[in-house]
């Protein structure tokens, strides 16, 4: 079935280096990836996605890249800050599908 | 209204008991989707909503779960003879649109304890 798989589970950086968050899809059919950020005791808010189309898409400090012909997909994060500090969710989504499927999560720790 | 709204916030309930879970969606969203988030864990898919139906319901653990969406609008999520392994978060979301390329907009959640 659909699966997304995240890593690492746990990640910590010092402020003012970067993150990087790797993620894997089974259904070559997804063409939609999310990113969310839930800190602690919140909900989860999306933050930046990604289409099949392009291969990169950047927001001022973020920024996600795409391999459709690896199923893989990153979100880089530059000049950390403590702020930062929360659980990412990656997750895929097809065209047609009714449901997102989230990975796990990795825990981001900034240390300043 | 201005975001999905979810109540309970919290809710304690001793085993063996229903309790039902509502999320009241952003105003003119479509698309309702509930997840399920066990302490440190990711997010579960339970089910969707497209209006009034529930075109994917593959989701849902076991016959005690079930949910109902009325009006395009609200929904709810009723869990039947409570169990301890369902204590987690329930959360809500929703979008404007079923259409792969929108985001979700998730409530706050609700926490079920079952004691």
């Known amino acids: 079935g659909e699966n997304v798989e995240q890593h690492p589970s746990t990640l910590s950086v010092q402020e003012g280096d970067s993150a990087v968050i790797k993620c894997t899809y089974s259904?070559?059919?997804?063409?939609?990836f999310p990113w969310y950020k839930q800190e602690l005791g919140k909900r989860p808010q999306l933050i930046i996605d990604i289409r099949s189309n392009v291969g990169e898409k950047k927001d001022q400090r973020i920024a996600v890249t795409l391999n459709k012909t690896a199923k893989h997909f990153s979100l880089h994060i530059t000049e950390t800050q403590p702020e930062d500090s929360a659980v990412y969710f990656c997750a895929a989504r097809n065209t047609g599908g009714f449901k997102t499927i989230f990975g796990a999560g990795t825990r981001l720790f900034v240390k300043a | 209204g201005a975001g999905v709204s979810q109540s309970p916030s919290n809710k304690v309930t001793e085993k063996g008991k229903d309790v039902e879970l509502r999320c009241d969606p952003i105003s003119g969203h479509t698309a309702l989707y509930w997840y399920r988030q066990s302490l440190g864990q990711g997010l579960e898919f339970l089910i969707y909503f497209q209006g009034n139906s529930a075109p994917d319901k593959s989701g849902l653990p076991s016959d005690r779960f079930s949910a109902e969406r009325t009006g395009g609008s609200v929904s709810t999520l009723t869990i039947q003879r409570t169990q301890q392994e369902d204590s987690a978060v329930y959360l809500c979301?929703?979008?404007?649109?079923?259409?792969?390329?929108?985001?979700?907009?998730f409530g706050s959640g609700t926490r079920l304890t079952v004691v």
């Open positions: 979301a929703s979008s404007s649109k079923p259409d792969y390329a929108y985001g979700y907009t």
């Open positions: 259904d070559s059919a997804s063409n939609y």
